[in-house]
């Protein structure tokens, strides 16, 4: 969905001449869009359902991971990431330990509360990207329109310099969290939305007569 809605966003704000920007093949652009916009809900949905079930935990009475070896446990070791709990991964597991839900899933204190940083993380980047593209979207139909004023830019240059403070924020927590290929896929994506929001602008000025540089 995102590459889809990328792909849109260049077509329309790049590459497709205004004048072609009409009937039939804007509504076409805009359904697209619409559909990625309702898989990125989707999405977040997802996002938003993991980080509430990993504050659905029962405390345990054990205090030794390795007692729960032939209970057929997994062992969270990260977000999204588990392994079987055998004799050998158990002895590392801290003493305050946690089932997750009814997944048969168990945790100690730290390895929980990291996933549940970085189910925070997912969530607030995916709210935000989607709160990215709606400013975006509002831009184009504007520009389409020829209601993209200078006021109106300005405002939601305001309103994208702390969206994206955020999503550059969330990247460097992944970062520093270890999760490189969560950093390294977002700082792709904001690389390329950086170059849609030139697009934006460069089209806002060559179109606004009150900016444009006279031949």
Same mark, same amino acid.
């Given at each position: 969905? #995102?590459?889809?809605?990328?792909?849109?966003?260049?077509?329309? +704000?790049?590459?497709?001449?205004? /004048?072609?920007?009409?009937?039939?093949?804007?509504?076409?652009?805009?359904?697209? %869009?619409?559909? !990625?916009?309702?898989?990125? *809900?989707? @999405?977040?949905?997802?996002?938003?359902?993991?980080?509430?079930?990993?504050?659905?935990?029962?405390? &345990?009475?054990?205090?030794?991971?390795?007692?729960?070896?032939?209970? *057929?446990?997994?062992?969270?070791?990260?977000?999204?990431?588990?392994?079987?709990?055998?004799?050998? /991964? !158990?002895?590392?597991?801290?003493?305050?330990?946690?089932?997750?839900?009814?997944?048969?899933?168990?945790?100690?204190?730290?390895?929980?509360?990291?996933? =549940?940083?970085?189910?925070?993380?997912?969530?607030?980047?995916?709210?935000?990207?989607?709160?990215?593209?709606?400013?975006?979207?509002?831009?184009? %139909?504007? =520009?389409?329109?020829?209601?993209?004023?200078? %006021?109106?830019?300005?405002?939601?240059?305001?309103?994208?310099?702390?969206?994206?403070?955020? &999503?550059? @924020? !969330?990247?460097?927590?992944?970062?520093?969290?270890?999760?490189?290929?969560?950093? #390294?896929? $977002? $700082?792709?994506?904001?690389?390329?939305?950086?170059?849609?929001?030139? /697009?934006?602008?460069? #089209?806002?000025?060559? +179109?606004?007569?009150?900016?444009?540089?006279? @031949?």
């Amino acid at each position: 969905a #995102w590459v889809i809605l990328l792909l849109m966003f260049e077509l329309e +704000t790049s590459v497709l001449d205004d /004048n072609k920007l009409r009937g039939g093949l804007k509504w076409v652009l805009h359904g697209l %869009r619409g559909l !990625c916009y309702l898989a990125l *809900g989707y @999405a977040f949905t997802g996002y938003y359902d993991e980080l509430v079930t990993l504050y659905q935990v029962t405390p &345990l009475a054990v205090t030794d991971a390795c007692t729960l070896v032939e209970s *057929g446990y997994s062992l969270l070791m990260d977000l999204d990431e588990y392994l079987p709990l055998d004799s050998g /991964n !158990c002895v590392a597991v801290g003493s305050q330990l946690y089932t997750i839900a009814d997944f048969g899933i168990i945790a100690d204190g730290e390895t929980l509360r990291a996933a =549940q940083w970085l189910a925070w993380v997912d969530v607030i980047n995916a709210a935000d990207w989607i709160l990215v593209v709606i400013v975006l979207e509002v831009e184009v %139909r504007l =520009q389409l329109r020829g209601d993209l004023s200078e %006021r109106v830019m300005d405002a939601t240059k305001i309103i994208k310099f702390l969206l994206y403070a955020v &999503l550059f @924020a !969330c990247a460097i927590y992944w970062g520093f969290a270890g999760d490189f290929l969560d950093f #390294w896929d $977002a $700082a792709l994506w904001l690389f390329a939305f950086i170059f849609i929001e030139l /697009n934006v602008f460069e #089209w806002q000025h060559a +179109t606004d007569p009150e900016l444009a540089v006279p @031949a």
